[in-house]
């Protein structure tokens, strides 16, 4: 059984930083795209970043491009999450997602089968 464990998200001030893990258990972490999504109350859930399994090209939402960065390191099984300058419009839950299938794309939430429960990031003073 696949699970996902996220962990990293608290309460952070405007301009800070912060950095988001996902742990991948119970099967290959090689197997796995990997992708970060997030949903604040009452909006719909948007696609943050995403990496596939080769480690290879990443992809980003226009808007955390240039100011986040996703990566994965096989030997723990974990993908990062790395963003800097938050504001408040980054106030969300955040969720880690994983593909395992060859219909993945990136920022379509619904090609993703494996999802964890969420961590809480608030951006506020």
């Known amino acids: 059984q696949v699970e996902l464990v996220e962990s990293g998200g608290g309460l952070v001030q405007p301009g800070a930083s912060l950095n988001l893990s996902c742990l991948v258990r119970?099967?290959?972490?090689?197997?796995?795209?990997v992708g970060w999504f997030r949903q604040a109350p009452g909006q719909e859930r948007e696609f943050v970043a995403a990496?596939?399994?080769?480690?290879?090209?990443?992809y980003y939402a226009d808007s955390v491009e240039g100011r986040s960065t996703i990566s994965r390191d096989s030997a723990r099984s974990t993908v990062y999450l790395q963003m800097t300058s938050l504001n408040p419009e980054d106030t969300a839950v955040y969720y880690c997602?994983?593909?395992?299938?060859?219909?993945?794309?990136?920022?379509?939430?619904?090609?993703?089968?494996?999802w964890g429960q969420g961590t809480q990031v608030t951006v506020s003073t």
């Open positions: 997602a994983a593909c395992d299938s060859d219909t993945w794309r990136y920022n379509d939430y619904r090609t993703y089968r494996y």
């Open positions: 119970g099967r290959t972490f090689g197997e796995f795209d």
């Open positions: 990496v596939p399994w080769t480690g290879g090209h990443t």
